[in-house]
């Protein structure tokens, strides 16, 4: 693992930390784990928009933001590890591995949970694809193309989010923040495709994707 790998780990963990500790001193009437959860939405949000914004933003200001296309890939799995981590305290806490309830039309949640899985789906396959190993033999070229899917659970996402608690967590301040994160990167694929712009992967890049860790 090299330094900047790790310290994209380390950031992303501390805006989880952040988040984490800003809900359980807010006195916002939630227990421990119900605020974790809230925790690892927000952050798990934040993290994938960031890894997905970069893509674009090397687009459009190459200069700036190229090197930092070297980060995407230790945000996205943290991202993704977050994703994973508030679907298991859900499922655990809230609905006590009852995935027939969690997964029914009498659950008002239900279909929040759909998309939230059908994102976190997309998520892991990517995440797994993103392994040196099985990047090797997918190629280069055929990983690259599997890119673009990442927008698509960002939007299954964003849907959760909607309709979670009725949209309740889209009038509290870390919901708009997190909805404003998705939106905006999901704007600056829409200007980067509009605009015709290719994204170009250094040699640095390609190797540090495909070295073994």
């Known amino acids: ?27 916002n009437g939630f227990g421990f784990w119900e605020n974790t959860g809230r925790s690892l939405l927000v952050a798990s949000m934040i993290m994938v928009s960031v890894a997905l914004v970069l ?11 190229s090197h930092d296309l070297l980060y995407r890939k230790p945000v996205a799995y943290a ?18 591995l009852d995935f027939l309830f969690m997964f029914s039309a009498q659950n008002p949640d239900f279909l929040a949970w759909v998309f939230w899985v059908l994102g976190l789906a997309v998520l892991c396959g ?9 990047l090797e033999r997918i190629g280069f070229g055929n990983w690259k193309s599997l890119q673009p899917i990442g927008y698509a659970a960002l939007v299954f996402m964003l849907i959760h989010l909607s309709f979670l608690r009725s949209g309740y967590f889209l009038t509290t301040v870390s919901g708009k923040t997190v909805f404003l994160f998705g939106v905006v990167a999901l704007l600056m694929k829409a200007i980067a495709v509009i605009l015709g712009l290719g994204k170009r992967h250094s040699r640095h890049e390609v190797e540090v994707l495909m070295r073994e860790h």
Not at 11 to 25: A, E, G, H, K, Q
Not at 82 to 94: C, D, E, M, P
């Open 1 to 27: 693992m090299y330094w900047g790998e790790f310290r994209a780990y380390v950031n992303s963990f501390l805006v989880l930390l952040f988040f984490l500790t800003f809900n359980l001193i807010s006195g």
């Open 126 to 134: 990517l995440a797994i694809a993103s392994l040196p190993h099985y």
């Open 55 to 65: 893509g674009p933003l090397s687009r459009v200001f190459p200069k700036k933001f």
């Open 79 to 96: 991202g993704t590890l977050f994703a994973l981590l508030y679907f298991g305290i859900a499922a655990v806490g809230a609905y006590k």
